[in-house]
């Protein structure tokens, strides 16, 4: 059963806490993307990576950082140095970034809370 | 300027109506255009693309003007499970990060009884 996985649905943490998001992909793709969502507003990009070992910032980076050493992972660390890191955070794959014509896939999704 | 700006919702309709949804995006270089549907507190997932010759798919047809970068969204004969939130999703240029999709704040639909 293909499919993008994340875990924990739900996540609880103290401010000051770094905390780790996984996201695993079984759809053999290239690409995977870490988005996070806020209530009314649109997906924004913050690391994506369009192949093993390399990854590149999207538009809302700091405080966050990634990893990419295995095709089917594409970890995402929330650092203490975001400012406001509650959100919904979605992890997207896609065959590549580069086609036109190739959708994205999201898993479904870790809501994250920091009190 | 948001670089994909979609109608302000909520739209209400009851059921059987028909409701459209509209798009623009200001990059003229975007290369691929998509709806996405998200259901509350879920992800988003690919409703269909959208092409320049215009694509239907069973009650859905979408629509694209590159000349005005605008998109639309048709629902036919509304059903009380079209209910969710409609994202208006462009595929940008590959220079710009890879080609990143850029989204839409999303347009919320209620269809009622």
């Known amino acids: 059963d293909g499919g993008i996985t994340q875990s924990p649905k739900y996540l609880f943490r103290k401010e000051g806490q770094n905390v780790t998001l996984s996201c695993e992909q079984n759809?053999?793709?290239?690409?995977m993307y870490w988005y996070r969502q806020d209530p009314g507003q649109g997906l924004r990009l913050i690391y994506y990576?369009?192949?093993?070992?390399?990854?590149q910032k999207g538009d809302i980076a700091e405080g966050y950082s990634v990893s990419r050493e295995k095709k089917e992972s594409f970890p995402l660390t929330v650092t203490s140095a975001q400012k406001n890191p509650t959100a919904f955070y979605l992890c997207?794959?896609?065959?590549?970034?580069?086609?036109?014509?190739?959708?994205?896939?999201f898993g479904p999704g870790t809501r994250l809370t920091v009190t | 300027r948001k670089e994909v700006e979609q109608d302000p919702g909520p739209f209400n309709v009851p059921e059987g109506a028909t409701v459209a949804f509209n798009c623009t995006y200001s990059?003229?270089?975007?290369?691929?255009f998509f709806w996405y549907r998200q259901d509350c507190r879920k992800e988003p997932k690919l409703l269909m693309s959208?092409?320049?010759s215009g694509n239907e798919d069973g009650r859905f047809t979408a629509q694209l003007n590159r000349a005005s970068q605008y998109i639309s969204l048709l629902i036919r004969d509304s059903k009380l499970s079209d209910s969710a939130t409609y994202l208006c999703?462009?595929?940008?240029?590959?220079?710009?990060?890879?080609?990143?999709?850029?989204f839409g704040q999303g347009t919320e639909l209620s269809v009622k009884p």
């Open positions: 997207a794959s896609s065959e590549t970034t580069g086609a036109s014509s190739y959708e994205q896939y």
């Open positions: 759809l053999n793709h290239d690409a």
């Open positions: 990576s369009q192949i093993v070992n390399d990854f």
């Open positions: 990059n003229s270089a975007s290369q691929s």
């Open positions: 959208v092409y320049s």
């Open positions: 999703v462009v595929k940008g240029p590959f220079y710009n990060q890879g080609g990143k999709l850029i």
